[in-house]
């Protein structure tokens, strides 16, 4: 156990509960908790009375702020449980009629009309109802590949949860009976150290069961064997290759006292982050506007924020544009003003750039028509 009061790391956390010293563990809370209020102290202590009396009240403010705001939590926790309930039964609807457990008025009448298709009139529900949802989704679609597409259009349904303990969430995906894997149901948790930063703490995904040669996250490569070579046989490898399903193998956060280079620390942390990307995607942009995006009216909101904030840029370019023609401008003045003074010509009607001066405000300010050029 470190007496270093200035460092104080997770190990000696783990150090002191594997060798049970409990005493140990309570002295080191207790160094590290009189060390930070230490700091806060000498903080306090090198202000004059008066200033050190302000900052007391301001603490005192800060402290009904920070009520309020556990209170706003609160109570946003228990409106957001509150609407989750009432989503409920909408999306069990949405369940029956995508897996044709229940039909929708007026959809016997289309199939007495497509007799003559047999394939109309025996398709049931919504196909690939959901596979066609992810794949038009930016974030989703770069990682399902041809290959996964088999097994995709067997999932029926997918549900997300919040979890209490550790705080965060979970997402369930059910799938039908397949020839891929034996599971009929892949989740994969959140576990988050705050909700409302957020911060990711780890992921914990489903092992899937694969059938035999039908892992979809690894592939076989197959290499003949050299002229000559006493065996015959090719030789055969598995690899891992790119797949949707490895979202339910999430990269694992390394223990505390396991030491990691700067490069593999980055790496993991954008890993991290795009596993949490997709996550959170589907959990607030997929699960509540499913039908959306598979009819791909939702990738046409998407693009049309995605214009709004392209538009915003463009102004702010021009703006910036305009800023630096001011510069210039300026400076071109400053050069004639220069050169004026050298040749001393005392004429004061000759103004700077050969133009009136502009009030604060309204320098180099093109009209708004310019703008729309």
């Known amino acids: 156990m470190s007496n270093d009061k200035g460092s104080f790391n997770v190990g000696d956390l783990t150090a002191a509960l594997k060798d049970e010293d409990r005493e140990?563990?309570?002295n080191a809370l207790k160094n590290k908790l009189?060390?930070?209020?230490?700091?806060?102290?000498?903080?306090?202590?090198?202000?004059?009375?008066?200033?050190r009396r302000r900052v007391e009240v301001l603490r005192e403010i800060q402290s009904k702020h920070?009520?309020?705001?556990t209170k706003f939590r609160e109570e946003r926790a228990a409106l957001e449980a509150k609407y989750e309930k009432l989503y409920q039964p909408l999306y069990t609807k949405r369940f029956e009629i995508v897996n044709g457990a229940t039909d929708v008025e007026g959809a016997s009448e289309d199939v007495k009309m497509d007799q003559g298709d047999e394939k109309s009139a025996q398709e049931t529900g919504v196909p690939s109802f959901w596979l066609t949802a992810l794949k038009n989704?930016?974030?989703?679609?770069?990682?399902?590949?041809?290959?996964?597409?088999?097994?995709?259009?067997?999932?029926k349904d997918i549900k997300w949860c919040k979890i209490e303990e550790p705080k965060g969430f979970k997402l369930e995906f059910f799938f039908d009976q397949n020839p891929y894997f034996k599971n009929t149901l892949l989740t994969k948790a959140y576990h988050m150290i705050d909700e409302d930063e957020p911060l990711l703490e780890k992921a914990i995904g489903t092992e899937i069961d694969w059938?035999?040669?039908?892992?979809?996250?690894q592939k076989i490569l197959k290499k003949k064997p050299k002229k000559g070579s006493k065996n015959a046989k090719p030789?055969?490898?598995?690899?891992?290759?790119?797949?949707?399903?490895?979202f339910f193998n999430p990269p694992q956060v390394p223990d505390d006292d396991e030491d990691i280079d700067e490069d593999r620390a980055e790496e993991l942390q954008n890993l991290m982050e795009q596993d949490y990307d997709i996550g959170s995607t589907i959990r607030e942009k997929i699960i509540p506007h499913a039908v959306s995006w598979f009819t791909g009216e939702a990738i046409e909101g998407e693009e049309f924020e995605i214009d709004n904030d392209e538009d915003e840029d463009d102004d702010d370019d021009d703006d910036e544009g305009e800023e630096d023609d001011d510069d210039e401008d300026e400076e071109d003045d400053d050069d004639e003003e220069e050169v004026s003074k050298t040749k001393k010509k005392p004429s004061s009607l000759h103004k700077k750039g050969g133009r009136p001066q502009l009030h604060d405000g309204q320098q180099g300010e093109r009209p708004p028509e310019c703008k729309q050029q």
């Open 211 to 217: 059938y035999p040669g039908k892992c979809l996250t």
């Open 66 to 69: 920070d009520e309020i705001e």
């Open 34 to 51: 009189q060390n930070l209020a230490g700091q806060h102290s000498d903080v306090l202590e090198n202000l004059t009375p008066k200033i």
């Open 235 to 246: 030789i055969t490898k598995t690899e891992d290759c790119e797949s949707f399903f490895n």
């Open 137 to 155: 989704n930016d974030v989703i679609s770069e990682e399902i590949t041809e290959r996964d597409e088999g097994a995709l259009v067997y999932l």
């Open 24 to 26: 140990g563990l309570v």
